[in-house]
């Protein structure tokens, strides 16, 4: 159980577009979720966090309008990154709380590869 | 807030020998949670194990445990019997009870299993 998925697992879009990266859970329900981004080589870095029906947390540093994120329902949240340009290439990474069993574990999805051009 | 700091970039060790990855914290809090993570080249995260501040046993999970010495704010990983599947960045994870469940990484320790 607690498995997170991740869609799409890569993407390549212009710069300028803007792309868009589900984080779901699959079989369980999800109070909380988290955005990451990681560099090569390098550790996650959180961008924000996310509770169901409400607005998204940021990190410092992490611009709101640049990085929408939407956790609209318990398994389902999304990351827009708008108006990519070539320094939003990087590696996603969502992960997911489900509370269901107070163990303080977040679940991880597989990551998203995001290559802008 | 909370720092995790891990010393060792790198580390390589011999197929079936014991290797040691060091963690150190620092924090102010007193119920926590501490964790290694495992990416391994799919990139997918994989919990390795965990502790709960409050626990004065180290944790273990068959080959892999942990020495927890929560004066000392130290929290390393031992892998015994090591395997080539257990190459992969390592990271060292801080939660405090009242985050929300809120993770702060250390920088990451790659290990290389050698045959």
């Known amino acids: 159980g607690a498995v997170v998925s991740q869609h799409p697992s890569r993407v390549i879009c212009k710069s300028g577009t803007s792309v868009k990266i589900e984080c779901r859970s699959l079989d369980f329900q999800a109070t909380t979720m988290f955005w990451y981004r990681q560099f090569p080589k390098q550790s996650l870095m959180l961008m924000a966090t996310s509770n169901e029906g409400s607005k998204a947390t940021y990190e410092q540093g992490v611009e709101k309008d640049k990085f929408l994120i939407n956790h609209a329902s318990l398994t389902l949240s999304t990351l827009t990154v708008t108006s990519a340009h070539p320094e939003d290439s990087s590696f996603y990474i969502c992960s997911a709380d489900s509370h269901r069993d107070l163990s303080y574990e977040q679940y991880f999805g597989p990551g998203t590869r995001l290559t802008v051009t | 807030a909370q720092t995790v700091t891990q010393s060792q970039p790198e580390m390589s060790v011999q197929e079936a020998e014991t290797v040691t990855l060091s963690c150190t914290y620092d924090?102010?809090?007193?119920?926590?949670?501490l964790f290694w993570y495992k990416q391994p080249p799919s990139r997918q995260m994989i919990l390795v194990i965990r502790?709960?501040?409050?626990?004065?046993q180290n944790a273990t999970e068959n080959r892999f445990s942990v020495n927890f010495q929560k004066a000392a704010k130290s929290f390393s990983l031992k892998i015994s019997d090591s395997q080539l599947g257990d190459t992969a960045m390592y990271f060292c994870?801080?939660?405090?009870?009242?985050?929300?469940?809120?993770?702060?990484f250390g920088e990451g320790t790659q290990l290389t299993v050698n045959p």
């Open positions: 502790q709960e501040a409050y626990k004065q």
């Open positions: 994870a801080f939660m405090k009870e009242t985050s929300g469940s809120r993770l702060t």
């Open positions: 924090t102010s809090e007193s119920n926590y949670y």
